[in-house]
């Protein structure tokens, strides 16, 4: 007669989805800490004063980074960012790139999708709250406004090859996962990639899916997670 240690023990052992949510955890939990260094973007306090005007999630740490990310994009390279919304992110993205030949392809439907107003049923449209924050913020001539999904967006696309991919679209498995699949073959060799939300289950699951086709991870701060060739300005903990 077993008791019911054992007995539990044993269905835990029998279930796969067990051992998935173990590896998952001890991933979540192993992943390295970065810092982003402001010395040398002198700059940098502007653009955050221009995006913090709009309406959004990204904190100052997250838009360091981002700014720091893509004043290292090559001029023969452009941006690819993956979820605009009103355009906080994409005004910091775009002032890195003022005075460069790389171009922003801002990537968004603009109904909100999972956004908590979405998410309560309520209609949601930010494509021309998004368009007047840019022109405030004096980005508009920067960025390639694309109003549609992430996947019909990279069939689309005639943009230079991207050194610096942003996603942050939905948050979900399969979504996160077409976003990779989309734009991965329009990635330059040493292009940077960057996870939003990387921490929520449905996120983190898709990037431990695709982890080995990524280039080598940077680190994580607590809301992304980065991949791609060493940085300067970005150190591990
Ligand atoms: C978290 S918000 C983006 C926040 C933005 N980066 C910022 O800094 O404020 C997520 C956005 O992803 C968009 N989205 C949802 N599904 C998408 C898809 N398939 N392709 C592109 N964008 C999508 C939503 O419309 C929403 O505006």
Redesign the pocket.
Known sequence: MRNLSQLVAMKMFRDPAYFEELHWRSWIKSMPKISVSEQGNSEFARAWAAADK?E???DREQGLLLYVLARQVSPDQDIV??????????VVLASAIKNTNSVLHA?????????PPHRLGIPVD?WSEFKTNLVNAGVAEKVDAVRD???NAARHYNGKSIGLLFI???HETE?VLI?WISWKDRLAPDSVIVF?DWWRPPVSKAIMTIESYLPPRIGSLDKELVYGPARSGIRSE
């Not at 960012?81 to 994409?90: A, N």
């Open positions: 709009v959004g999630w990204l960012e993956i979820g605009s919304y009103k355009g906080r992110s994409t990537i968004d439907p603009h109904t909100g999708d999972g956004t930010t999904r992430s996947e942050d679209g939905l979504a976003d939003d």
